[in-house]
């Protein structure tokens, strides 16, 4: 892509932005909320350095914000890399603005306390509106032509600022199964592979989250007999943890039609349970719950990825493993009680191209069936 | 000659392998595990040799140490195209006996393995069925 706008003057600041949503230098229009955000927390910020610079004045001179507006000059080509220039550098002389930058830069890159003890911390909470639209794998590189040094912007940055001050609010999900439901305060508990999760729920979610509970008796995860669904909605995080989650929408975890549905898959892992030690010819150790248990959730994710239903086994090794035969390859997950808990394996029947990943005990359900949907070819479409 | 073990050497000949009824399902799907040695094996897969004995017989064999619910094979030559051997094993119990020697894989190679020599079994089809 060619440049879009070419425009005049200095650059105040550079933003690429990083993703596969930017290729070729597509630029999605609901980041200019982002933007919009980053353009007030600059002139706001520069407000505030205006003032302490100017002790004797009580406020700042008239038109202060909009002769300080910041425009986008130009798209460059690649992942969207926006220039941003000051739009009237003629009518103000004083670097207030790029004072401004330069501290949100530097507040962005920073991990250390000091420099977080300089910015004033009634400001980091608009972090919260900077970056809200980009998903888990993008990112923005910012740089100003002050300083050599590129600042890199992601959700990580915006949560770990923005929480500072006070809870910030981000898109959350859930996949486990509903334990409790209380009609009275509409709240709910779900179990996930993470450990329980408490969260409310509008009431006209009433009627789905019932519905998930009762699907149980027939089928569904081997500790508490629910069905697992997937709850989306609005995560409140502090420090780094989930304190509130405000649920939106309830989902019925299935996998794709055609195979075997999760519930008799559940049922029939629910059966190797009953194996009892030496079950083949003498060999084969019963089966661990707990591997029924992990797997189970694990394919819940995998249900929730678009991935089609695979064939369970016991193991002789007391673990459970599921075998997705494809056209044109084999992947197995096995799941042992002993460490390492999780083992994937993919062959492909042509090249007999092999692919064997050891995935570590500390992984938990979600992070292995991404893993495993990786290696069945990639997830479904968003 | 390994081992005091007779290698075989007839690429046609079939060697019979019993599946326990937890490796198969009611749709005829067969899990690798079925040609997967497990601990007591020592990476020695137990197979019947067909030129000392019938799919059947192997069958009713097996019914007096084991349970199975099927035969299926593979053969000798395919066996030595994955790049394994397989030797003669008589016991006086058991006197069509063999192996297939699948010792020192590693856990990949086994995975690979058991999948491919299913996969052949599965094409050659089920020799004998309860």
Same mark, same amino acid.
């Given at each position: 892509?060619?440049?879009?706008?070419?425009?005049?003057?200095?650059?105040?600041?550079?933003?690429?932005?990083?993703?596969?949503?930017?290729?070729?230098?597509?630029?999605?229009?609901?980041?200019?909320?982002?933007?919009?955000?980053?353009?007030?927390?600059?002139?706001?910020?520069?407000?505030?350095?205006?003032?302490?610079?100017?002790?004797?004045?009580?406020?700042?001179?008239?038109?202060?914000?909009?002769?300080?507006?910041?425009?986008?000059?130009?798209?460059?080509?690649?992942?969207?890399?926006?220039?941003?220039?000051?739009?009237?550098?003629?009518?103000?002389?004083?670097?207030?603005?790029?004072? !401004?930058?330069?501290?949100?830069?530097?507040?962005?890159?920073?991990?250390?306390?000091?420099?977080?003890?300089?910015?004033?911390?009634?400001?980091?909470?608009?972090?919260?509106?900077?970056?809200?639209?980009?998903?888990?794998?993008?990112?923005?590189?910012?740089?100003?032509?002050?300083?050599?040094?590129?600042?890199?912007?992601?959700?990580?940055?915006?949560?770990?600022?923005?929480?500072?001050?006070?809870?910030?609010?981000?898109?959350?999900?859930?996949?486990?199964?509903? *334990?409790?439901?209380?009609?009275?305060?509409?709240?709910? *508990?779900?179990?996930?592979?993470?450990?329980?999760?408490?969260?409310?729920?509008?009431?006209?979610?009433?009627?789905?989250?019932?519905?998930?509970?009762?699907?149980?008796?027939?089928?569904?995860?081997?500790?508490?007999?629910?069905?697992?669904?997937?709850?989306?909605?609005?995560?409140?995080?502090?420090?780094?943890?989930?304190? !509130?989650?405000?649920?939106?929408?309830?989902?019925?975890?299935?996998?794709?039609?055609?195979?075997?549905?999760?519930?008799?898959?559940?049922?029939?892992?629910?059966?190797?349970?009953?194996?009892?030690?030496?079950?083949?010819?003498?060999?084969?150790?019963?089966?661990?719950?707990?591997? !029924?248990?992990?797997?189970?959730?694990?394919?819940?994710?995998?249900?929730?990825?678009? *991935?089609?239903?695979?064939?369970?086994?016991?193991?002789?090794?007391?673990?459970?493993?599921?075998?997705?035969?494809? *056209?044109?390859?084999?992947?197995?997950?096995?799941?042992?009680?002993?460490?390492?808990?999780?083992?994937?394996?993919?062959?492909?029947?042509?090249?007999?191209?092999?692919?064997?990943?050891?995935?570590?005990?500390?992984?938990?359900?979600?992070?292995?069936?991404?893993?495993?949907?990786?290696?069945?070819?990639?997830?479904?479409?968003? | 000659?390994?081992?005091?073990?007779?290698?075989?050497?007839?690429?046609?000949?079939?060697?019979?392998?019993?599946?326990? =009824?937890?490796?198969?399902?009611?749709?005829?799907?067969?899990?690798?595990?079925?040609?997967? =040695?497990?601990? $007591?094996?020592?990476?020695?897969?137990?197979?019947?040799?067909?030129? $000392?004995?019938?799919?059947?017989?192997?069958?009713?064999?097996?019914?007096?140490?084991?349970?199975?619910?099927?035969?299926?094979?593979?053969?000798? #030559?395919?066996?030595?195209?994955?790049?394994?051997?397989?030797?003669?094993? =008589?016991?006086?119990? $058991? =006197?069509?006996?063999?192996?297939?020697?699948?010792?020192? $894989?590693?856990?990949?190679?086994?995975? #690979?393995?058991?999948?491919?020599?299913?996969?052949?079994?599965?094409?050659?089809?089920?020799?004998?069925?309860?």
């Amino acid at each position: 892509m060619t440049d879009v706008t070419e425009g005049n003057g200095e650059i105040f600041l550079r933003a690429v932005f990083h993703g596969d949503r930017f290729d070729g230098g597509r630029f999605p229009l609901e980041l200019g909320a982002d933007l919009a955000a980053l353009n007030r927390l600059i002139v706001d910020f520069a407000r505030e350095i205006y003032l302490q610079q100017n002790p004797q004045r009580k406020r700042v001179p008239k038109h202060f914000a909009t002769t300080r507006a910041l425009t986008i000059s130009a798209i460059q080509s690649g992942s969207a890399a926006l220039l941003v220039q000051r739009s009237n550098n003629e009518l103000f002389e004083d670097d207030t603005l790029e004072s !401004a930058r330069e501290g949100i830069l530097s507040v962005m890159a920073a991990a250390d306390p000091p420099v977080m003890q300089t910015f004033p911390a009634h400001f980091l909470g608009r972090f919260n509106s900077i970056g809200r639209y980009l998903l888990p794998n993008e990112r923005i590189e910012f740089s100003s032509p002050k300083e050599a040094r590129v600042v890199t912007y992601d959700r990580q940055t915006r949560r770990r600022l923005a929480e500072q001050t006070e809870g910030v609010e981000d898109a959350f999900f859930a996949i486990g199964s509903i *334990q409790a439901l209380n009609a009275t305060t509409k709240s709910f *508990q779900i179990r996930t592979p993470d450990g329980l999760i408490d969260g409310r729920y509008k009431p006209e979610l009433d009627t789905a989250l019932r519905r998930a509970i009762a699907a149980g008796v027939d089928s569904g995860l081997l500790s508490d007999g629910a069905a697992p669904v997937r709850i989306d909605g609005t995560g409140t995080f502090k420090a780094n943890q989930l304190k !509130a989650f405000e649920a939106e929408t309830v989902t019925p975890i299935e996998f794709p039609t055609g195979g075997q549905t999760y519930g008799s898959i559940a049922h029939e892992i629910r059966s190797f349970l009953d194996l009892e030690e030496g079950w083949l010819d003498g060999d084969g150790n019963s089966i661990s719950k707990n591997a !029924a248990e992990e797997i189970l959730h694990v394919l819940a994710g995998l249900a929730d990825e678009g *991935q089609p239903a695979p064939t369970v086994w016991p193991t002789t090794e007391g673990g459970v493993r599921a075998e997705w035969r494809l *056209q044109d390859s084999e992947t197995v997950l096995e799941v042992s009680s002993a460490v390492p808990k999780f083992y994937a394996f993919q062959r492909f029947y042509v090249s007999s191209e092999v692919t064997d990943i050891e995935l570590n005990d500390h992984l938990n359900a979600a992070d292995v069936a991404q893993r495993v949907t990786e290696l069945l070819g990639g997830g479904k479409e968003t | 000659v390994t081992n005091g073990h007779l290698s075989l050497s007839d690429f046609d000949e079939v060697l019979f392998r019993q599946v326990n =009824p937890t490796w198969t399902k009611s749709d005829g799907t067969i899990s690798s595990q079925a040609f997967k =040695p497990t601990k $007591k094996d020592n990476g020695k897969l137990s197979v019947d040799r067909s030129s $000392k004995s019938t799919a059947q017989a192997a069958f009713e064999h097996h019914q007096a140490v084991g349970v199975s619910c099927c035969v299926i094979g593979v053969t000798v #030559g395919e066996v030595s195209d994955l790049g394994l051997a397989s030797f003669d094993d =008589p016991t006086i119990e $058991k =006197p069509a006996h063999a192996y297939i020697d699948m010792s020192n $894989k590693t856990r990949s190679e086994l995975e #690979g393995l058991a999948g491919r020599l299913r996969d052949l079994a599965t094409q050659r089809g089920v020799l004998h069925s309860a």
